[in-house]
């Protein structure tokens, strides 16, 4: 597993642990603990747990396991910007939102709007990026099935 994959997943996991802690936040102030209420938190909770665990996990996993282009390596799969992308603008547009969110006061509806054309462009990134991975193995490519008809 190289640092791409590993970052993917490591960020995913604290994005897990992140999003837990707001909902036993939710969750002990509904039980009556004396905490403070938090606006916004079952919003980030979602985004947190939904955008920045599962989709992190799947992006990290899918460029991981998916078969790499023909002749590409490993490595040089590893490398490929829109990865990097994928990763920088999910992981920046998350924690931007999970700020704006969190302190609307400061930081106002535009940051928030921000972040969710930034985590839309990362998601799309990831899309453009996986699309020519998914095919069948052995050369059955839609592209090769349609040149040898």
Same mark, same amino acid.
């Not at 004396?34 to 606006?39: A, G, Q």
């Not at 302190?103 to 990362?122: C, E, K, Y």
């Given at each position: ?16 642990? !992140?999003?837990?802690? *707001? ?11 004396? !905490?403070? &209420? #938090? ?12 955008l ?23 490595? &040089? ?17 998350? *924690?931007?939102?999970c700020?704006? !969110? ?13 972040? %969710? #054309?930034?985590?839309? %462009?990362?998601? %799309? ?6 699309w020519?991975? #998914? ?5 059955? &490519? ?8």
């Open positions: 597993m190289l640092l791409i994959h590993r970052l993917f997943i490591k960020t995913a996991l604290v994005y897990l642990v !992140l999003g837990v802690m *707001a909902g036993a936040w939710m969750l002990l102030r509904q039980a009556g603990a004396p !905490l403070p &209420e #938090v606006t916004n938190l079952p919003t980030v909770h979602i985004h947190l747990l939904g920045g665990f599962f989709m992190m996990m799947v992006c990290g996993v899918a460029l991981w396991m998916f078969p790499r282009k023909s002749g590409e390596s490993r490595q &040089e799969a590893a490398r490929d910007p829109l990865a990097w992308t994928t990763y920088y603008l999910i992981t920046i547009g998350l *924690a931007v939102r700020l704006a !969110l969190l302190l609307p006061t400061f930081l106002g509806n535009v940051v928030l709007g921000i972040s %969710a #054309v930034v985590q839309f %462009a990362g998601v %799309a990134s990831f899309a453009i990026a996986i020519p991975r #998914v095919y069948l193995p052995g050369g059955n &490519e839609p592209r090769a099935r349609a040149k040898v008809r």
